[in-house]
């Protein structure tokens, strides 16, 4: 496995993504890697890793630029919020880093897919809702919501949407607006809710956010992830 920074501009910004490659030739399945929103920190590092362990190439894409990152909570909501209340930049950003995942030397363009957590997972959502040419989107713990529900026929690729029952981010009527609206879009859709899981129950740091709601859950880890693979395998075919 080879891993490097890999900068690419675009929805404004000069944005310093982080790149990780598998090891063989030939083309192989590109996966966009989006981050939480403390930013690109070694949580996102980290899956861009595993998947290229996998044999997909993985660019984990920074939203904010400079590869900028928040230490404290209030200072990561102060990133992430201006991008969460403007759909458009933030589609754009997205659309960006797809775009530099695409010109990545070996990657399959009609085998595309992208990951989210947490605040990159409402942004993966996004980039679906936009038409992008995705296979398929896995979110985890991610927003649901959206200021730009998906028109019927938008969305390309197959959906997962991976949530926590115990996540007061992402409460009941989310969930059912959510259901409601990929499904008025004709989209192909699946959700999983893990019992007991909060909001962030993948990220193995999360028991230390000072915030009501969060934890990290290793059952709801391993079995999004398993899922994930599943859904990768049903799309993507052999890598």
Request: include cysteine.
């Given at each position: 496995?080879?891993?490097?920074?890999?900068e690419?501009?675009?929805?404004?910004?000069?944005?310093?993504?982080?790149?990780?490659?598998?090891?063989?030739m030939?083309?192989?399945?590109?996966?966009?890697?989006?981050?939480?929103?403390?930013?690109?920190?070694?949580?996102?590092?980290?899956?861009?890793?595993?998947?290229?362990?996998?044999?997909?190439?993985?660019?984990?894409?920074?939203?904010?630029?400079?590869?900028?990152?928040?230490?404290?909570?209030?200072?990561?909501?102060?990133?992430?919020?201006?991008?969460?209340?403007?759909?458009?930049?933030?589609?754009?950003?997205?659309?960006?880093?797809?775009?530099?995942?695409?010109?990545?030397?070996?990657?399959?363009?009609?085998?595309?897919?992208?990951?989210?957590?947490?605040?990159?997972?409402?942004?993966?959502?996004?980039?679906?809702?936009?038409?992008?040419?995705?296979?398929?989107?896995?979110s985890?713990?991610?927003g649901?919501?959206?200021?730009?529900?998906?028109?019927?026929?938008?969305?390309?690729?197959?959906?997962?949407?991976c949530?926590?029952?115990?996540?007061?981010?992402?409460?009941?009527?989310?969930?059912?607006r959510?259901?409601?609206?990929?499904s008025?879009?004709?989209?192909d859709?699946q959700?999983?809710?893990?019992?007991?899981?909060?909001?962030?129950?993948?990220?193995?740091?999360?028991?230390?956010?000072?915030?009501?709601?969060?934890?990290?859950?290793p059952?709801?880890?391993?079995?999004?992830?398993?899922?994930?693979?599943?859904?990768?395998?049903?799309?993507?075919?052999?890598?």
């Amino acid at each position: 496995m080879k891993t490097q920074i890999h900068e690419y501009e675009g929805g404004g910004i000069q944005s310093r993504g982080y790149l990780a490659l598998p090891d063989g030739m030939g083309a192989r399945p590109g996966i966009l890697v989006v981050h939480e929103a403390p930013g690109l920190d070694d949580h996102m590092r980290r899956r861009a890793k595993m998947l290229a362990g996998l044999g997909y190439i993985a660019l984990a894409a920074d939203l904010y630029g400079g590869g900028k990152t928040a230490e404290a909570p209030q200072e990561a909501m102060g990133l992430a919020r201006p991008l969460m209340e403007d759909p458009d930049t933030l589609r754009r950003r997205m659309r960006a880093g797809l775009d530099a995942l695409s010109a990545i030397e070996n990657v399959d363009r009609a085998r595309l897919g992208a990951i989210g957590y947490c605040f990159g997972g409402a942004s993966v959502l996004e980039l679906a809702r936009s038409g992008a040419p995705l296979a398929c989107v896995v979110s985890f713990h991610g927003g649901l919501d959206t200021k730009r529900p998906a028109p019927v026929g938008a969305i390309k690729g197959k959906i997962l949407a991976c949530t926590g029952s115990a996540d007061p981010i992402v409460p009941a009527d989310q969930v059912g607006r959510f259901q409601k609206e990929m499904s008025d879009a004709g989209a192909d859709w699946q959700m999983i809710v893990y019992g007991g899981a909060k909001h962030a129950f993948t990220n193995t740091a999360a028991d230390q956010i000072p915030l009501p709601g969060f934890g990290y859950l290793p059952s709801a880890d391993a079995r999004s992830w398993t899922a994930m693979q599943n859904l990768f395998g049903e799309v993507f075919g052999p890598r």
